[in-house]
């Protein structure tokens, strides 16, 4: 085995020790093909839908102040919102941050169309307190989250484009591009 593919082993195995907790299943490149989603989509476009105003809440997931989906480190500790089991690092800046975002979102998007990162914030037969924060299931960020969602692949691929498997580096319209939709 390749020093390499140790490094990844080793670095999966941390993120299931760090973020994996209270029984959570961690994902990694290890994982039973096709069932994970594709993390370098994810930290291109899908994270940054997160930090973003959304209309017509007129708030983001990870907010200003202490936002309800998010951790905001204190310098003596972490801070938590309110918003349940799903948080993310606002505006990660080290692979490690984007990796713990990622493994929050794709815990919440395994169930696919059904899943409850697409429900709540379409308050879509579930409580979310701040109600509906798409402005439509034909809002562009929407369908962003929801194309993610429901593309599954056999593996999570990796942040590095130039190391990132075929079936992860597709979903893009061309090298870093987004898809774009209507």
Not at 31 to 56: E, M, N, W
Not at 75 to 98: A, C, I, M, N
Request: a positive charge; proline letters at 5%; glycine letters at 12%.
């Amino acid at each position: 085995m390749t020093k390499r593919k140790w490094g990844r082993r080793a670095f999966g195995l941390a993120l299931a020790v760090i973020g994996g907790g209270c029984g959570k299943e961690v994902p990694t490149s290890d994982q039973v093909s096709g069932t994970t989603h594709c993390i370098r989509y994810y930290a291109t476009c899908i994270d940054p839908i997160f930090h973003k105003t959304l209309a017509p809440s007129g708030q983001s997931c990870s907010g200003q102040g202490l936002g309800c989906h998010v951790i905001i480190d204190t310098g003596s500790g972490t801070q938590e919102g309110s918003g349940g089991q799903f948080k993310v690092r606002r505006f990660p800046t080290t692979d490690t941050e984007l990796t713990q975002n990622f493994i929050s979102a794709h815990n919440k998007a395994l169930s696919g169309s059904s899943s409850l990162l697409l429900r709540k914030p379409m308050a879509d037969g579930v409580t979310h307190p701040p109600g509906q924060v798409f402005a439509s299931t034909n809002d562009s960020d929407f369908l962003q989250l929801k194309f993610w969602v429901e593309t599954i692949a056999d593996t999570q691929g990796d942040l590095n484009p130039l190391l990132d498997t075929a079936q992860c580096s597709a979903m893009f319209v061309s090298g870093n591009t987004c898809r774009t939709f209507p």
